[in-house]
């Protein structure tokens, strides 16, 4: 089975430029989550959706995020416009049941963003 | 909000040891914990949980222990080989989200 599917691998771009990030998740999960890394904060969880429903989004850092899920097999997430500090790797993931109950959720190998 | 900490940043061990990994969390009524290792360059992936009413379980060379007293678990892994190297992340729910610890790094010494 494919796991999680996260586009591009890597990203570098330049200030103010839009990136868009993309995830495909486990066929049948029904939950989808959006984490960013860095090496000062860790993991933190940005936004995820039930159903393609996003549930909570207070983890997106400003209007320049959004996240969108049009459809059960098809995640963005859209930084406008960029900022080094958006710099990170941006990982998305996807659970069978809400991951918290269940604990286990299924992670992309991630999209790795440079902002210059 | 929620803290979960880890005592160690880095962890090196010799292959063939035993490596223990630990994490201390603040929030006394917190009923579950679960482990994550990821790999360079990959995602974390789930390796075990534990839920409140169990102080201790095991998996294939795993080990988690509880104390709830001390607000305190621990991932063992026994007989630590070279594809253990990775970072252990405890994590834990918080309201809506589930809220990782900072991490170790565990290297393995040949």
């Known amino acids: 089975d494919a796991g999680v599917i996260q586009s591009p691998r890597h990203e570098v771009t330049e200030m103010g430029q839009e990136v868009t990030l993309r995830c495909k998740p486990i066929?049948?999960?029904?939950?989808l989550f959006w984490y960013r890394q860095t090496m000062m904060r860790g993991l933190e969880l940005l936004i995820y959706f039930n159903n393609n429903v996003p549930i909570d989004d207070s983890g997106m850092p400003e209007d320049r995020f959004s996240a969108k899920m049009p459809n059960a097999s098809f995640s963005t997430l859209k930084i406008q416009p960029s900022e080094p500090r958006d710099s990170a790797v941006y990982f998305c993931?996807?659970?069978?049941?809400?991951?918290?109950?269940?604990?286990?959720?299924?992670f992309g190998e991630g999209s790795r963003l440079t902002v210059l | 909000g929620e803290s979960v900490g880890l005592h160690l940043p880095t962890l090196s061990v010799q292959e063939g040891d035993n490596s223990i990994i630990n994490c201390a969390y603040s929030n006394s009524a917190s009923d579950y914990f679960i482990w994550y290792k990821q790999e360079s360059g990959k995602g974390p992936q789930f390796i075990i949980d534990?839920?409140?009413?169990?102080d201790k379980r095991q998996g294939q060379r795993v080990t988690v222990l509880l104390n709830k007293t001390v607000k305190h678990l621990s991932l063992q892994i026994a007989a630590t080989q070279p594809g253990d190297s990775a970072v252990y992340f405890c994590a834990l729910p918080w309201g809506q989200k589930l809220v990782f610890g900072q991490g170790t790094r565990l290297t393995i010494n040949p």
């Open positions: 534990i839920r409140s009413n169990m």
């Open positions: 066929s049948g999960h029904d939950y």
């Open positions: 993931a996807s659970s069978l049941v809400r991951g918290l109950e269940a604990g286990e959720l299924f």
